[in-house]
């Protein structure tokens, strides 16, 4: 009976330690390992004072020193060992998820370095001729539909050819300062018409600041999140850029409506061959635009929700010359 009087404490300090845990889940998660693990065992030490001091004031249940030390630091010796086991798994997948994930990378790279321009010579032969036949007054205008047709085909295929010398060799051999707004600017004027198609509204707010890159290369990253987000949007929708400064940082957040992305898709996004498209897509747009942004010393962050949209920020380092 003694046990079922005082139960209430218990329910009420769970109910508390729960609210508490779960608002401070955010700052918890962005702690580096040895943080969370020094921080989890004061809350622990924190959450068993104040179960003693509530069973000793509230039900007079003599509490004496070795009990209470036995018993804090049990907690707090428990907990920590646990939060390092978990952190420790959690970093080596993380690491082998890299490993696998370059090694990828690397296959990739040497594929598009040795055939690549094998490859686009004959393409451009190619589609030479054939601008050539199409312009002949002796051809019916049907079979120059055709001939439209396999142009248009081998344009596909050199812009493929194109995106793999590009993540084969992203190093830019110019480096310029970049103004992030002109260059926003500058992206949004190319996707206008495809937006405008696709019944997208566009909108735009940016700082102005200065960034590290190859103007052609930046345009290439963000014309293809940009295409990405209006292509998410089949039924229209908002589509928005935002440049910020944040202390030494540069961000661009590009934020769309559409149909959004589920956790096995957002975290393989950008890995060889992979596309939320299925069979339209190819996966080497967002895998040039992640080895884009690599070599810029920059990061890209993926936030999105089935149905509710995608949220990807770019950071780069943020340069004081303008």
Same mark, same amino acid.
């Given at each position: 009976? !003694?046990?079922l009087e005082v139960?209430?404490?218990a329910?009420?300090?769970?109910?508390?330690?729960?609210? #508490?845990?779960? /608002?401070?889940?955010?700052?918890? %998660? %962005?702690?580096?390992? #040895? +943080? /969370?693990?020094?921080?989890?065992g004061?809350l622990?030490l924190f959450?068993?004072?104040?179960i003693?001091a509530?069973v000793?004031?509230?039900? !007079?249940?003599?509490?004496? *020193?070795?009990l209470?030390l036995s018993?804090s630091?049990?907690q =707090?010796f428990g907990?920590?060992l646990?939060?390092y #086991?978990m952190?420790?798994n959690?970093e080596?997948q =993380?690491?082998?998820s890299?490993i696998?994930q370059?090694?990828?990378?690397e296959v990739?790279? !040497?594929?598009a370095?040795?055939?690549?321009?094998?490859?686009r010579?004959?393409?451009?032969?190619t589609?030479?001729f054939?601008?050539l036949?199409?312009?002949? &007054?002796d051809?019916?205008a049907?079979?120059k539909r055709?001939?439209k047709?396999a142009?248009?085909?081998?344009d596909?295929?050199? =812009?493929i050819i194109r995106?793999y010398?590009t993540?084969a060799?992203p190093a830019p051999?110019?480096?310029? *300062?970049? %103004?992030? +707004?002109k260059?926003?600017d500058k992206? *949004?004027?190319i996707i206008?018409?495809?937006a405008?198609m696709n019944?997208?509204k566009l909108?735009?707010?940016?700082e102005t600041?200065?960034?590290?890159?190859?103007?052609?290369?930046?345009?290439?990253?963000?014309?293809?999140?940009?295409?990405n987000a209006?292509e998410?949007?089949p039924s229209g929708? @908002?589509l928005s850029?935002e440049g910020?400064v944040?202390k030494?940082?540069?961000k661009?957040t590009i @934020? &769309?409506?559409g149909?959004?992305?589920? &956790?096995f898709q957002? /975290?393989?996004?950008?890995?060889p061959?992979?596309s939320? +498209?299925?069979?339209?897509?190819?996966g080497l747009?967002?895998m040039v635009v992640f080895?884009?942004?690599?070599?810029m010393?920059?990061s890209? %962050?993926?936030?999105?929700?089935?149905? +509710?949209?995608?949220k990807i @920020?770019?950071?780069?380092?943020?340069?004081s010359?303008g």
């Amino acid at each position: 009976m !003694h046990g079922l009087e005082v139960s209430w404490f218990a329910c009420i300090s769970l109910l508390i330690f729960f609210l #508490i845990t779960t /608002k401070l889940k955010p700052f918890y %998660n %962005n702690l580096p390992m #040895i +943080k /969370k693990i020094i921080f989890s065992g004061v809350l622990i030490l924190f959450m068993s004072v104040w179960i003693m001091a509530g069973v000793k004031l509230l039900f !007079h249940v003599p509490i004496t *020193i070795e009990l209470f030390l036995s018993y804090s630091l049990i907690q =707090s010796f428990g907990i920590v060992l646990i939060v390092y #086991i978990m952190e420790s798994n959690k970093e080596k997948q =993380s690491l082998l998820s890299k490993i696998i994930q370059m090694e990828k990378v690397e296959v990739v790279s !040497h594929l598009a370095a040795s055939i690549s321009h094998e490859v686009r010579n004959p393409l451009t032969t190619t589609r030479g001729f054939l601008q050539l036949v199409n312009e002949s &007054d002796d051809i019916p205008a049907v079979e120059k539909r055709y001939i439209k047709i396999a142009m248009q085909e081998l344009d596909q295929a050199e =812009s493929i050819i194109r995106n793999y010398l590009t993540f084969a060799k992203p190093a830019p051999e110019v480096i310029e *300062i970049l %103004n992030l +707004k002109k260059e926003i600017d500058k992206a *949004i004027n190319i996707i206008v018409p495809l937006a405008n198609m696709n019944i997208v509204k566009l909108s735009s707010e940016s700082e102005t600041c200065y960034i590290k890159g190859n103007t052609g290369l930046f345009q290439q990253v963000l014309v293809n999140i940009l295409k990405n987000a209006i292509e998410a949007m089949p039924s229209g929708g @908002t589509l928005s850029i935002e440049g910020t400064v944040e202390k030494s940082l540069a961000k661009v957040t590009i @934020t &769309d409506n559409g149909v959004g992305m589920n &956790d096995f898709q957002r /975290k393989r996004l950008g890995v060889p061959y992979f596309s939320t +498209k299925e069979i339209k897509g190819t996966g080497l747009g967002m895998m040039v635009v992640f080895r884009i942004v690599e070599s810029m010393n920059g990061s890209l %962050n993926v936030e999105s929700k089935p149905g +509710k949209g995608t949220k990807i @920020t770019l950071i780069f380092p943020l340069n004081s010359s303008g």
